[in-house]
């Protein structure tokens, strides 16, 4: 007999000292991350965005895709790719950061997709506003959740599923943010490992709720208690405890790797002398509005310079800072506080899944003589 519990295990916590296993690895090389030195684009190049996929890539071409739209509403409606691209369409820039950005960093660490910092991207989506899709089909009085189902399908901690998230009815028919149903990402068809043909943006909220290969929307009458919302992406202490849901993205800041690198330690070198340390920060709750920079381990802070977001909200802001680089080793750290006054910790702000962990980045840099 082959049972799921055998071949699809609990989370758990790595034991002090284990290194990154074999199933981290499969996952880490199928999931790749945005190198860092392409923090330097604003709309982050081809093939750089990062990718997060639980499952398999779904073989889909455009032709014969359906988006289903019903549940509790008064017109259901039946939507192929031509029908959807005859709306109106609106195109905004998104910064995307995957909950688990920085969770392989974390002690203990939380046994998953062990990402370092790098689990971030922006593009510029197209599509439909999801709300002129709901209100076509009429929400009927007492809708709890909008549910979103990818075509996508796999086992994950012994419970076989589509992958499905949920919103809340309110954000799913607001306008803040404008959640789109989208086709296009830099004005191209979505490349397979982004949701070709048709995936979700919900521009401020981590990647979870950005459903790819999006099949079907169902309203609901009652509140969604699917596993990737009520099980998976939860803060949690205790692993019996509901916990909190993960939503909107937490302020950071991140930035180019200053100098060149070793091969295999990563280790930065840089030459004595000016150096001009640049990066990007965001947060999902309100804009920016600062960045400080240390170069003393996070002993002592400076206001680097912030660039113009020119309207993107959704979308990481430039920022540019001058150091003067002597001989010997120093740790870099920035740290972004948006208009909310949120900021990010010191200390890693640790939890059982290793969600949202925007503990500032250190960027340890060697500068050498000649
Ligand atoms: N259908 C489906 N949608 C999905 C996922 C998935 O596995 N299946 N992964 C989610 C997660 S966890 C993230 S972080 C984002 C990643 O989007 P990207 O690969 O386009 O960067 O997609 C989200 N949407
Ligand atoms: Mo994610």
Redesign the pocket.
């Known amino acids: 007999m082959v049972r799921f519990e055998d071949i699809s295990t609990p989370a758990r916590l790595a034991e002090p000292g284990e290194g990154i296993g074999r199933d981290e690895l499969s996952l880490a090389t199928r999931?790749h991350g945005l190198p860092l030195e392409a923090l330097r684009y604003d709309l982050t190049p081809p093939g750089l965005?990062?990718?997060?996929?639980?499952?398999d890539i779904?073989y889909a071409e455009d032709g014969d895709w359906e988006l289903t739209l019903g549940g509790h509403v008064e017109r259901p409606l039946r939507l192929d790719m031509d029908e959807l691209r005859s709306y109106a369409a609106v195109t905004t820039r998104v910064t995307?950061?995957?909950?688990?950005?920085g969770r392989a960093l974390l002690s203990p660490r939380p046994v998953s997709?062990p990402w370092l910092v790098e689990?971030v991207?922006t593009?510029d989506w197209t599509g439909v506003p999801l709300r002129a899709l709901l209100a076509e089909a009429g929400v009927r009085d007492g809708a709890v959740d909008a549910v979103?189902?990818?075509?996508?399908h796999?086992i994950e901690r012994g419970v076989e599923q589509?992958?499905?998230?949920a919103l809340p009815i309110e954000t799913a028919t607001g306008d803040a943010p404008e959640i789109l149903v989208a086709y296009a990402?830099n004005g191209a068809p979505?490349p397979p490992?982004?949701?070709r043909p048709l995936?979700?943006v919900v521009p401020g909220w981590?990647?979870?709720?950005?459903?790819?290969?999006?099949r079907d929307i169902t309203v609901a009458a009652e509140s969604f208690t699917g596993f990737?919302q009520a099980t998976a992406?939860r803060l949690r202490q205790e692993p019996d405890e509901p916990g909190e849901p993960v939503a909107r993205i937490a302020p950071r800041a991140l930035m180019v790797p200053p100098g060149f690198p070793d091969f295999m330690s990563r280790a930065r070198v840089v030459r004595p002398g000016d150096h001009t340390l640049e990066g990007r920060a965001w947060s999902g709750h309100a804009p920016v509005t600062a960045v400080d920079v240390s170069t003393d381990d996070g002993h002592t802070w400076n206001p680097a310079a912030l660039e113009a977001s020119d309207d993107h909200r959704w979308a990481w802001r430039r920022w540019h800072f001058t150091w003067t680089a002597a001989i010997g080793t120093r740790v870099l750290c920035a740290r972004a506080t948006d208009a909310e006054g949120r900021t990010q910790p010191l200390e890693q702000p640790w939890n059982r899944g290793g969600f949202a962990n925007n503990l500032v980045q250190r960027v340890p840099v060697h500068c050498t003589g000649l």
Not at 49 to 55: D, M
Not at 148 to 152: C, I, K, L
């Open positions: 999931n965005h990062y990718v997060l996929t639980h499952y779904p995307m950061e995957c909950a688990g950005n997709q689990a991207g593009a979103f189902t990818g075509a996508d796999g589509d992958y499905q998230r990402m979505l490992q982004h949701g995936r979700l981590y990647g979870m709720a950005h459903v790819k290969w999006l990737q992406y």
